[in-house]
Nanobody, 114 residues
């Protein structure tokens, strides 16, 4: 069982920045790690993913503003969020896929005030 522990959420003003971190309790290298988010009344949506080889994928709404990165030695993934907008307000969930099985973190709230 892989546990994912997120940190870095909080309240930030529009135009500001925030960095999320997610550490996995797993020694084996995780294939894909990423971030999803869920706003009130909306479905969970992809934010960004990164493979263990460094290949990234972003939602169109965050491309150019958010950067995903990872430390393979620690199975840790980061999300640097810049130029935040009120519509980025959501609970952000860390995700990992290991040998075809999906794991989720408990979520961390990011609130962007206008």
């Amino acid at each position: 069982q892989v546990q994912l522990v997120e940190s870095g959420g909080g309240l930030v003003r529009a135009g500001g920045s925030r960095r999320l971190s997610c550490a996995a309790s797993e020694s084996r290298l995780i294939n894909v790690m990423g971030w999803y988010r869920q706003a009130p009344g909306k479905q969970r949506e992809l934010v960004a993913t990164i493979t263990n080889g460094g290949r990234t994928n972003y939602a169109g709404s965050v491309k150019g503003r958010f950067t995903i990165s990872r430390d393979n030695t620690r199975n840790t993934v980061y999300l640097q969020m810049n130029s935040l907008k009120p519509e980025d307000t959501a609970v952000y969930f860390c995700h990992a896929n290991l040998f075809g099985k999906d794991y989720w973190g408990q979520g961390t709230q990011v609130t962007v005030s206008s």
